[in-house]
């Protein structure tokens, strides 16, 4: 089905046409309000329970256990995404949006990376979800705050954005596999469906776009000095985008990519060959090396461009994964009466307020 949105005039029309095509578009039951004096005295943190997801009959069982025992259970589907006060909205939304349209949600295992040492979501999160399975994990912006350079956008320069670099090294050994997700995104499939896609021998299998003109993403700096442009050499790379991500993290930990990933921050820091914060790094290692993973599993860039955050409209086919990634965000357009069209489906899964 070929989606089109030309202006705010036919949002009415084409919501309409979503959720005729589209039943998991539908509004979810009711969510209960938190009753927590935290919620009465910060506006951060009101939110509304989240109904309670439960497996369908045909989901496999676990027995009751710790979370450090559930951890290392191979027959979970492990989720990864970072968690902060300034995106904790979108992660909420997020996080309903996966569990709403699982087959078997209590198999899921959440695994959050935070930088705050002062503030402990944990229990916000237990609050608003009382039977997600999860853990945060805190990650020291000091490891890559002397790697990172400016960007064009001063959110991309948060220490937080180089969290996935590491995940090898701050999840479990016993993760073997993960699906990386940003926190403005929302699905409406089955993110198990995700999870099978297969990598081959690859690291990495995330959404391609080789009709992107690649050259874009680095400056002229890069292109001008073989030394740099010949990390391409007998590859041909792809744009890919990694706010969704399956990564082996037992080929990580083999190849040590986290180095890799470091050695390519450390060289834009002196020769300034980008101007995208975490991005640029991945693609010079990954692109052209990934396993394509199909484009309806993220439908990016409805933030619109990384400055103005104008609207956009949804790509041609099939759409499980909606991603604003981009300037505008969701949350903040509905909040100013100045949203976009698309907005009205991330609005579903809000749970805020």
């Known amino acids: 089905m070929t989606w089109f949105i030309e202006n705010s005039r036919f949002m009415i029309t084409i919501s309409i046409v979503i959720i005729l095509a589209y039943p998991f578009l539908q509004s ?156 403005d995104i929302v699905l409406v499939d089955d993110i198990s469906n995700l999870w099978k896609a297969s990598l081959g021998l690859s690291t990495v299998g995330s959404p391609q776009y080789c009709h992107a003109n690649f050259t874009n993403y680095f400056t002229p700096k890069f292109w001008s000095h073989k030394k740099f442009f010949r990390a391409f050499h007998g590859r041909k790379p792809c744009y890919f985008n990694t706010g969704v991500m399956v990564i082996d993290l037992i080929k990580w930990r083999k190849y040590r990519y986290t180095k890799k990933l470091e050695r390519w921050m450390k060289i834009q820091r002196v020769h300034r060959i980008y101007e995208l914060g975490s991005l640029p790094p991945f693609l010079l290692v990954f692109a052209g090396k990934i396993a394509p993973i199909d484009q309806r599993w993220n439908q990016h860039g409805l933030g619109g461009d990384n400055l103005s955050g104008s609207c956009r409209n949804i790509h041609a086919g099939p759409v499980s994964l909606l991603h604003w990634s981009g300037g505008g965000k969701p949350w903040l357009r509905l909040d100013s009466n100045n949203s976009c069209p698309l907005d009205e489906l991330w609005a579903r899964y809000d749970l805020h307020g």
């Not at 509304?48 to 027995?63: A, D, G, L, M, V």
């Not at 229990?123 to 705050?145: A, C, E």
């Not at 064009?152 to 969290?163: D, G, K, M, S, V």
């Open 28 to 183: 979810c039951p009711p969510a209960e309000a938190i009753k927590s004096s935290n919620s009465d005295l910060d506006p951060l943190f009101n939110y509304r329970q989240s109904p309670n997801f439960k497996n369908s009959p045909k989901c496999t069982t676990f027995p009751i256990s710790s979370i450090a025992t559930k951890i290392c259970n191979p027959s979970l589907v492990h989720i990864s995404m970072t968690l902060d006060t300034k995106f904790l909205r979108g992660s909420v939304a997020a996080i309903h949006s996966i569990l709403q349209h699982s087959h078997c949600p209590e198999n899921l295992f959440f695994h959050f990376i935070s930088s705050s040492d002062t503030i402990n979501l944990e229990p916000h999160l237990g609050k608003i979800f009382p039977l997600l399975s999860f853990k945060i994990y805190y990650f020291n912006p000091g490891i890559v705050q002397n790697k990172i350079s400016s960007s064009i956008r001063q959110t991309l320069e948060h220490p937080l954005n180089y969290a996935r670099n590491y995940l090898a090294e701050l999840l479990e050994p016993c993760v073997e596999r993960v699906i990386y997700l940003d926190s």
